[in-house]
């Protein structure tokens, strides 16, 4: 079962890295001249060893934790159907092994699937060799590598079962952090007990029940539901769901939109706001777009497994264009505001250069569906290319 299960993986996998094959070569050339940072390994185990600094607070320790197991999470959501097993996951179901050991099998290939996240893992083990307290700081990288994948097999199951034990093991971790000594090394070892019981302890068979408290929760949410339904176009009520129905690929682009916007705002303090801080807004802008517009090809399959439904409806084919354009637009302009927003908060843009930076983002993602729609395996080169340009004409207007 491990086996098939690993090879089901690997095949999966590959499928989608020759679909994104230019990405990936993108990506490369990208990250070669930053080869010699990346081989240090207190920089590649940053977001782990930051949170062992003295420097921050327990809310801040507590946040960063949990943005930390988030990414795991959401790296695990968007890997779903390739690690379930895909097709192959009905008959797995259906033999008589207990759950016990189908969770042995989900937990090796979740780590097979992870182990990019435990690269950064690995490094801030081998920096913390270098470093004092070596008790606290490994118990507290096994603790924090036990909980995120508790969580990952919690989201694999689809249920919330375990949410309470490793809710309060993230306490107990960070509670450990803060004291000192015996403690510590005590509070960080309840941690890791709790994160071992959710990893072993599997969810009952649920009952088939009725209660009247479930009936009147199901007709509120219902309800609620129809009034958002009624208040929205059916155009609307289209795009969120196919927006919908992509919630795992959604989320992780809104996770790499979040993280561009992040790693700008922190450069720009670093560098005080200074004139590299428009040119390195117009360049992030652009990546912001690169990202969202990766949703136009998840739009376009749904309009064409629906396509003979579609035509049957008096709806122009531009009318489609323009809805994911829309989509789009509303998934990325969130995004695009905060730079330009910190700018004018700063003194570093006016009000008016912020909103004419934004709404030249506008064209910027129309022009992008073109390659998502007509050559999406050119796509990563066509858009990059576009991106560029639009960068060389916004710099020689704001900047």
Known sequence: MLIDRLRWYAFATSRMLRRHWQALALSMLLLLPAMPVLAQTRML?????????????????????????????????????????????????????????????DAIVVLVASTPLLLPVVAAASALAFLPHKAVNYLFVLDLCLITLGWQLSVLSSGAINAIALLVANVFLVGGLEADGVPGIGALGIGLVLAAFALVHTAPVPAARSTLSGEFTQRGLRSIRVCLR??????????????????????????MM?????????LLGIWGFDARAIPLTLIAQAAIALIAATLYRDLHAAHFRASHFMQTLPIAAIANARADVLTVAALALPFMFIVPLVLVAHHAMSLESAAALVGSCGPLLAVLYAPQRYAPGQSPLLGTIAAAVWVTVAWQCFV
């Open 230 to 255: 009624r208040a929205l176009s059916p155009r609307t009520r289209l795009q969120a769901g196919i927006v919908r129905a992509q919630m795992a690929a959604t989320a992780g682009r809104c996770l």
């Open 45 to 105: 185990g940053a977001p782990i060893l930051e949170v062992l600094s003295r420097s921050h607070g327990v809310e801040w320790r507590y946040a960063w934790v949990h943005l930390l197991e988030a990414v795991g999470v959401l790296w695990v959501w968007a890997q779903r159907t390739a690690i379930t097993g895909g097709p192959f996951a009905a008959f797995l179901k259906s033999l008589p092994v207990s759950g016990h050991r189908h969770r042995a099998v």
């Open 258 to 266: 979040g993280s561009v916007v992040t790693g700008t705002w922190f």
